[in-house]
């Protein structure tokens, strides 16, 4: 796909090694004729892909600094203007998961006003005692259920013969970044789920000065339609639009920066799907965040990892930055912590008190991959919605604000967080959860010494007969022994027929 529609064309033979020259050669044979810009070519093809290379390609449009501004800005357009589906469908397909005429659900129903990968969203009305009030109505596009599906067992195919053939894609974790995100795409499949989202994240923000969400309507909601109060607001997006409305673009980027670590450090649950495409601005100013199907979620552990991680840049204490990583288990402990602390310097000092327009962005992304390579780090698949959502909302900010310093605008967010559960009120709360889960302990003491016995008397009949295999063990190792048997015969008839076609050639030269 990406070769007919041209993609392949934007790159420079000249940068790739020789052997693979000729296959960059052969994928252009089919290349349709060019039309448009690169970017143009290759949201074309994201989108005839299918949903999962979309979301690919809405994460690409928030990193200009890394893919080129004139590339991102085409990709934009796979943020919330992709093509819709057909007003009819979207009416038969609400009226099917709310079991009722369309007529009895909304006293109007209008056509789509924005399409995304997952859905559609439409401007309805519903009838109240004091009037009509407007709704938002999102619906799930038919068949992207299936499509999600093929997407994720291309990528389970990829990831596990990745893994059996290449010690860095062990290291990364291919087949654990599939499995999570396979998770991911199953919980935003159900907008249940993301109506549940909503109404949690409300209820973490409702004091937030500078943040809100969309109010649920819970008796218009089922798996495949959501129904949310209509938010009149300014898309974040529009720059235009919000330097014409007044707004401080620089203020809107610290709100944005600050809102996220917000969420992630005190309340360890944040939205991780937020392009321009989900973000909105209303009149006094509050960021609003649409599209809850992506959520991440950090345990206290994350949390203060990722709190002491970011202190240690802000202060540029890389020695401690060093150590976190190994108390976490981030770094094997056979490497030496000076070494990594060295190669964390090596990092921190070249964005240190720097603005957004002055940091390659892309070069940092290069080191750090680097650095983990050479310190065997791999991939945590519990930080991977972090991470992501960590280099979007950053690449959102500098687009409202290119003179943006992360680390003092992330400052207060740090150290209000740490001061609050690191420090000493922090720590009699600590004492005194430890004091409850030890409670807990001792009253489960009984049934975990019964099935310590048990466990006893199970580790004397191994050791007395032998290991015995679940039938389901053997079946699934019969499996995999079949799957290897087959690539093994595959090879040898590709070598043979190759072995065939150079005594040919070397018949016909004779």
Known sequence: MLAREGVFGVIDPAMLPASSRLGLRLARLIERPSRGTAGTRLSAALTRLGPSYVKLGQFLATRPDVVGVALAHDLEALQDHMPPFPQADAERAVAASLDRPISAV?????????????????????????????????????????????????????????????????????????????????????????????????????????????????????????????????PLSDRARLQAKGFDLRQLARALIQTFLRHALRDGFFHADMHPGNLFVDDEAKLIAVDFGIMGRLGIKERVFLAEILNGFITRDYHRVAEVHFEAGYVPAHHSVDDFAQAIRAIGEPIHSRTAEEISMARLLTLLFEVTGIFDMRTRPELLLLQKTMVVVEGVARSLDPKLDMWSTAEPVVREWMTRYLGPAGKIENVSLGALQLGRFVGNAPGLLTRGARLLDQLDEITRDGLVLSPQTIAEIDKAEARRERWIIAALWFIAALLLWLVVQVWRLH
């Not at 995100?181 to 549940?196: H, K, P, T």
């Open 106 to 234: 909304f006293s109007s129903f209008g056509p789509p006003v924005a399409a995304a990968s997952i859905a559609q969203v439409h401007r309805a009305a519903v009838a109240t005692a004091g009037g009509q009030r407007a709704v938002a109505v999102k619906v799930l596009r038919p068949g992207v259920e299936q499509r999600f599906h093929a997407d994720l067992r291309a990528f389970t195919f990829a990831a596990r013969h990745a893994e059996s053939l290449s010690a860095e894609a062990q290291r990364l974790r291919l087949i654990e970044v599939v499995d999570t995100l396979r998770r991911s795409v199953m919980v935003e499949m159900d907008f249940r789920l993301e109506a549940a989202a909503l109404s949690e994240m409300a209820e973490n923000t409702k004091e937030d000065p500078d943040f809100r969400v969309p109010a649920v309507d819970w008796d218009r909601t089922s798996k495949e339609v959501l129904t949310l109060e209509w938010i009149d607001a300014t």
